[in-house]
């Protein structure tokens, strides 16, 4: 590497690029911007969470100087414990993100060995050849920013996750002055958030929801319950300002819900009237026409207090047939049988249900095509990367910026592990780092691999069969009737056929003949004999486990 | 029941209602309308296929008269073979509808023993107390129709799935004419597609997809690769049109693509230019710049063309810069993922991709709301109910019902299994019959089960771990040391420390003091004593599945 060079490296995605993770190096110094995680995909059985592969950090011990945070959804902050695990270094972040790393590195038992440090939006931090300043984005949550980082080169213009909001509801805008200031004196780099570039216009502003959820708070005769996303502050502080104004009292229920609204009370960033919060009691015998629910289930999630209240198991909340209840979220794809079979469950409970799809009570925290033109305009950087998207928004996010006017050879499409070097000639892509997924299942951190899941996917298709036989150690004649059970194979009626069949099968295999007991041999001809028996009577390709006993 | 009463009972579904089966009886005499298959949803795991439960029909044998099929769809056709199986009844449909129907009951090897009659649209049927007469309807098929069902009671408008089309591109209309003249004379009830009453407006027009993909198709440079659903004919003739009009020929891939469009071509339903099809041989000679490939794998079916375009796996297809690939087609919900890996694959090997996202190159196939209400308007029906949606969508389409002046009493949501009865009084529920879910798996139709799949569920989660010890008969003694066997658990590296833990584990919990030799007892305290073991390890819940041989 000549030293003069800047090299930028995503990390992280499952499919998205950069999502989780992004690393900037010049010459012996390197920062990571976010450390998220990614959620397993649907073939990844039993697994919790996905998290970067850090090897090219461990790698280079002592490199690492430094962690920025742009703001603190999980898949910016959510594999940080795992990180500091590893290397002990300093991390850069606003107020209210640490406040959710705090939570997290407490539940890891990480807090006190941890160093994490806030930085006012607008502030600054030296880092070695870096200086990282902190500029103010509008996102779904609050204290989102992005990052100017300065180097020996030029400026490097990372957005973070960012949409433009005229009239945000938390008073946070994008400064769009500073990213033109920048764009005047010229900036090296710009790497943007592509996650809506799909999508025509503008994002509507989180006005649109405030006056959305207002109008279906003042026209409800009977309670009204709203979940969103426990991190979307403002969108719990639109729900408490209509509480207030409508003569509602507020109860809060789920446990992220609770300990999110606990803590953006105590940083300040939640205003609530006194006396408007209730609790437990308090509800049961305040009158339901002026109560609101603020819940967690957005998603779905199995456990969550909407899902149980739509099925009826919650403790303190039944569904009566005046009550109201939106959903002020969109599904994330992959969730959306969950959230629809809440809302079946909950119009067959009797409730009326809004949702996006028949009321503005959710707009998007991304930027839409509009939205980034004008970023691009007003930065009108020398070199750019698309991040935070597949790899198909990258590529559409580049021909956008050729549209607009950039040289082809300037825009660059960068996958998770490229290392795209840029230097006074230019930037290009020179070479690749390790940028495997690393599963999360239970305790462990990386012992799930292919295999793994290769053997999970194969069991929950078919199920099992295992096959026990007590042998002659002598002659390999069998002792005793084979066992047989399965799992996961065929029901109970159908089961007992098979198992015989398969019974027999066995026991015409293991002959006495043999002179010299081949055990591996015997087992290999049990598992084959017994899986084309099982395929020919149900067509299905169960694992077959052959267990010999040498007796 | 009173004599002069009509009930209607829908089944299937999987959330959706009577989307694939519905029953009309009156008297002694049952029709049934669409016999469907459901897909399984994510945790179904290795299930095929999902059918509808005809316990009913079977509970009564002799008064299922016939079989009605509203179009060719498999959520409409699909199960028709299980159905056949059981019951000897004629089943009528449209000619199209018939040509695919054929293609399956050959693969069930049911084609001889059927008796499967065409009634051209406008036709109608005697059937017992019924008299039923198809209707055209605008559909993402040909040869889509409507029922009306003249019963003593009066007339039942069973829409189908429709949208109104007033320039489709094979001329098929919905029969707003035939439906007014039923309006007139009195409808007795409505039983409409509820599939997009979420969505405001009218569906576009098919002809909006030909003037996207003509312009797709005049505009490429290279050549043009066109996915779409194997049964949306009016799409491949678009593409045949255009090809015709632009001088390219034509190469047809995918085994669905293939078959469909052969029989479309044979039935008349597909007009195709002599000399525009072309082999796998010219397409090798052949310039690019004059080919188009129509293909199947527009939901990303991991076995389908375009999937093995897109990795690089097709026999006689390799992606090139200049080719432009078009999905003509949206991702049904649940299969996101894998449409955009393919989308992301060919981006990557270098191909230029137009989707629904980017261009008009699809359009639904449902009605949406001034659709809905147009058929509403037009047919006045005493009665309405919503078919074909998930719960919410019914209640919805009720509302919207409500809301055009219906009163709430006659507007009714049912669920499968729900008995409606109407007679001179009105229409109400009054019972339900069994409609449980039938799963086929492999060969087997209603062997797998909720504990089967409870089982795959928890295998599938944390893979098993299996335990033999072969003990002393008389005393309970371990002959030699216990073996331990796990599949989609951990990683190799972390197994061996877990499976001697569990070893050493084993041989404390197996001991010599038994006096009887309690066996199930050994059982249970291998099983409890090694799943806590394993859990404290890696916070992991394996299937544990302890064996013992008594020796």
Redesign the interface.
């Known amino acids: 590497m000549s030293p003069n060079t800047l090299r930028v490296i995503p990390l992280g995605g499952l499919?998205e690029i950069g999502r989780n993770m992004m690393l900037y190096e010049y010459g012996e110094d390197m920062i990571a911007v976010d450390v998220g995680v990614m959620f397993p995909?649907?073939e990844m059985?039993?697994v919790d969470l996905v998290i970067p592969d850090i090897s090219y950090i461990m790698d280079h011990p002592g490199r690492l100087k430094a962690v920025f945070l742009t703001h603190g959804h999980e898949d910016h902050i959510g594999a940080l414990p795992f990180l500091l695990r590893e290397v002990q270094v300093p991390v850069y972040c606003t107020r209210l993100t640490r406040g959710l790393v705090d939570v997290k590195l407490k539940e890891h038992r990480l807090q006190a060995a941890s160093d994490i440090r806030v930085v006012e939006v607008g502030g600054s931090i030296e880092v070695g050849a870096f200086n990282v300043e902190f500029f103010s984005v509008s996102h779904s949550i609050p204290d989102a920013a992005g990052l100017l980082i300065h180097t020996p080169l030029g400026t490097v213009v990372h957005t973070g996750d960012f949409k433009i909001d005229h009239t945000p509801v938390m008073g946070q805008h994008t400064d769009l002055q500073r990213l033109a200031e920048i764009g005047r004196e010229g900036a090296l780099l710009l790497a943007m958030d592509s996650t809506y570039i799909?999508?025509e216009g503008f994002t509507p502003s989180e006005q649109i929801v405030a006056d959305a959820l207002e109008r279906v708070i003042a026209d409800a005769t009977g309670r009204v319950i709203v979940t969103t996303f426990a991190s979307l502050i403002s969108r719990v502080q639109i729900v408490i300002d209509a509480a207030e104004k409508h003569g509602r009292r507020v109860f809060v229920t789920g446990r992220s819900m609770v300990n999110n609204v606990q803590m953006a009370r105590d940083l300040g960033y939640l205003r609530v009237p006194d006396g408007i919060m209730m609790n437990a009691r308090e509800l049961d015998t305040y009158p339901s026409a002026k109560t609101i629910v603020i819940c967690t289930g957005s998603q779905g999630e199995p456990t969550a207090a909407l899902t149980r209240i739509s099925n009826g198991t919650h403790q303190n909340i039944t569904i009566h047939a005046d009550d109201t209840v939106v959903l002020s979220s969109n599904p994330v794809?992959?969730n959306?049988?969950l959230v629809?079979?809440n809302?079946?469950n909950l119009?067959?409970a009797g409730a009326h249900?809004i949702y996006n799809?028949?009321a503005p009570v959710h707009v998007r925290g991304h930027a839409a095509q509009e939205e980034l033109k004008i970023i691009h305009r007003i930065v009108r950087p020398k070199h750019f990367i698309g991040i935070h998207g597949?790899?198909?928004h990258l590529?559409?996010h580049r021909q956008l910026a050729i549209t607009l006017g950039m040289a082809p050879e300037d825009a660059v499409v960068l996958t998770d592990g490229d290392i795209m070097e840029i230097d006074e000639h230019g930037a290009r892509i020179t070479g690749h780092i390790p940028a495997d997924y690393i599963y999360v299942?239970?305790?462990?951190v990386?012992?799930?691999?292919q295999?793994?899941?290769r053997?999970?996917?194969?069991?929950?298709?078919?199920?099992?069969v295992?096959v026990?036989v007590?042998l002659d150690r002598e002659h390999g004649d069998l002792?005793r009737p084979p066992?047989v059970?399965s799992?996961?194979?065929?029901?109970?009626?159908?089961e007992a056929a098979v198992i015989e069949g398969i019974r027999e099968r066995v026991t015409q295999i293991v002959g006495g003949e043999h002179q010299h007991v081949d055990w591996t041999g015997i087992r290999d001809a049990l598992k084959n004999e017994v899986a084309s028996y099982v395929y020919a009577?149900?067509?299905?390709r169960p694992?077959v486990?052959p267990?010999t006993?040498e007796?």
């Not at 299942?441 to 462990?444: E, F, K, R, Y």
């Not at 009577?537 to 299905?540: E, G, L, P, V």
Request: no cysteine; charged share 30%.
């Open positions: 499919g995909e649907e059985l039993g799909e999508v794809p992959g959306e049988t629809y079979r809302i079946d119009y067959k249900v799809r028949l597949e790899y198909r590529v559409l299942d239970g305790l462990g990386g012992d799930v691999d295999i793994v899941l053997d999970r996917l194969h069991l929950a298709s078919d199920g099992m295992v026990v007590a002792l066992e059970m799992h996961g194979f065929v029901g109970l009626e159908e009577q149900t067509k299905r694992l486990l267990i006993v007796v």
